[in-house]
């Protein structure tokens, strides 16, 4: 069973250190916090504890394989992942039908909820990327199939030394955000290529739609 990368990071592992992965998904579950009650489903406390509640579930259990079985872990990591995209998702088109239906939501939070959305945006595909590429074996970008995108450092020499983490697919999902297209790193599969269309619509929703609407209503 294919353990994902999130569910089997080291504490003591150099190349993939576990805190940055940890921290990145900490920003989002603080970004949903700055989200308007208005422009959540559910409980908007409830869903921030679940979340809380996983990553700490993985930093606890993930660097002892032993004590918990790799599907569950998988399982912790997929879910952790999924419920932050929908949420953020949920929260977008709560958004755009506000601004075309009468809402008692302020232009000041449109604007703080636009940027909190789009920044989740980066996140959670920046974990997408890193989940998705090599299968999700850790280490092995470059030589484990299939190799979902192509960094710069792939095609020089002595590149086998040379293996992406998190920052770099977070990079990916920085540029990809904000150009809305691929800059120095290529995606090769159909399935990078189907997620970076979709973060690329989300994020053009985000700030040509919603960010823009909010400045007209504070004007």
């Keep these: 069973m294919m353990v994902?990368?999130?569910a089997s990071l080291q504490h003591r592992d150099k190349k993939e250190p576990v805190w940055h992965v940890q921290v990145a998904v900490l920003v989002?579950?603080?970004l949903q916090l700055l989200l308007s009650s208005k422009l959540v489903v559910g409980p908007r406390y409830l869903i921030v504890g679940l979340e809380v509640l996983l990553l700490l579930a993985l930093a606890v259990f993930g660097p002892?394989?032993?004590?918990l079985s790799s599907h569950l872990r998988r399982t912790l990591a997929v879910v952790l992942i999924a419920i932050i995209s929908l949420?953020?998702?949920?929260?977008?088109?709560?958004?755009i039908d506000s601004l075309f239906t009468k809402s008692d939501v302020t232009g000041r939070q449109l604007i703080v909820s636009g940027l909190a959305i789009y920044l989740t945006n980066i996140i959670i595909f920046g974990l997408w990327y890193w989940e998705l590429d090599s299968n999700g074996v850790q280490g092995q970008s470059a030589a484990?199939?299939?190799?979902?995108?192509?960094?710069?450092?792939?095609s020089m020499d002595k590149s086998a030394d040379w293996n992406p983490t998190f920052f770099d697919y977070l990079y990916v999902s920085v540029t990809n955000a904000t150009a809305f297209s691929p800059t120095d790193t290529l995606p090769l599969t159909h399935r990078s290529k189907l997620l970076m269309t979709l973060q690329s619509i989300?994020?053009?929703?985000?700030?040509a739609l919603v960010a823009a609407r909010a400045v007209n209503i504070l004007g």
Excluded: C, E, H
């Design 4 to 6: 994902m990368k999130l």
């Design 202 to 207: 989300t994020s053009l929703l985000t700030i």
């Design 64 to 67: 002892f394989r032993k004590q």
């Design 28 to 30: 989002a579950i603080v």
């Design 87 to 95: 949420s953020n998702i949920t929260s977008l088109i709560l958004v």
């Design 144 to 154: 484990v199939k299939p190799v979902d995108f192509l960094f710069p450092q792939m």
